[in-house]
């Protein structure tokens, strides 16, 4: 199976500031990674996915680059209502696989 | 709108039985290929299986082979995912999910609220 990496674990950013998470794929999933946003109690929402290409209502602050096994989420300028867990999944290979999320909190 | 509401989730005992259904709407299930994710609590998102849009073709997670099945009824709009054989780590809020599918893999894009399953005794 391929195995979704995440680095790192907790990110502290302040308000304004940009935040780059990572991801990297054990095994090349070509561009089929999509990036989620998940708050406490809510469902997953989709951000991203075909690894740069935002979802329908996504503001544009929310970028996705990479392809093969190293991707990254920018989120240029963190609003308050950005800090939550972010993770990376890969729709190229069966199993399909999540990567264990990023939290990115307030410094 | 698409809506995907989950139900039969509670609790029950190591070795029990459960059928979660999804009730979508807001688009053409009969076309979309259809997924459970899982997620312990306070822990990631796993992926657990998939069904194709006529239900003659499955996927699913090893640890979850031989125990859980997806399947689906399209002519009640229905995702199913019946649990047999439960253990304490299938405890899990378990997500319906629609995958937005074209002419190759697509993302997950639309996600239930979720039901939670507790395997206890």
């Known amino acids: 199976e391929v195995v979704m990496t995440q680095s790192p674990a907790t990110v502290s950013v302040s308000p304004g500031e940009r935040a780059s998470l990572s991801c990297r794929a054990s095994?090349?999933?070509?561009?089929?990674l999509a990036w989620f946003q998940q708050k406490p109690g809510q469902a997953p929402r989709l951000l991203i996915y075909?690894?740069?290409t935002r979802a329908t209502g996504i503001p544009a602050r929310f970028s996705g680059s990479g392809s093969g096994t190293e991707f990254t989420l920018t989120i240029s300028s963190l609003q308050s209502e950005d800090f939550a867990v972010y993770s990376c999944?890969?729709?190229?290979?069966?199993?399909?696989?999540f990567g264990q999320g990023t939290k990115v909190e307030i410094k | 709108e698409v809506q995907l509401v989950e139900s039969g989730g509670g609790l029950v005992q190591p070795g029990g039985a459960l059928r979660l259904s999804c009730v979508a709407s807001?688009?053409?299930?009969?076309?979309?290929?259809m997924h459970w994710v899982r997620q312990a609590p306070g822990k990631g998102l796993v992926w657990v299986s998939r069904?194709?849009?006529?239900?003659?073709?499955?996927n699913y997670a090893d640890s979850v082979k031989g125990r859980l099945t997806i399947s689906r009824d399209n002519a009640k709009n229905t995702l199913y995912l019946q649990m047999n054989s439960l253990r304490d780590e299938d405890t899990a809020v378990y997500y319906c999910?629609?995958?937005?599918?074209?002419?190759?893999?697509?993302?997950?894009?639309?996600w239930g609220q979720g039901t939670l399953v507790t395997v206890s005794s």
């Open positions: 999910v629609r995958e937005g599918r074209e002419s190759g893999p697509g993302p997950l894009d639309y």
């Open positions: 807001g688009f053409t299930f009969s076309n979309s290929w």
């Open positions: 069904v194709n849009s006529d239900g003659s073709s499955t």
């Open positions: 095994q090349s999933v070509s561009s089929n």
């Open positions: 075909g690894a740069s």
């Open positions: 999944h890969q729709y190229n290979n069966w199993p399909r696989t």
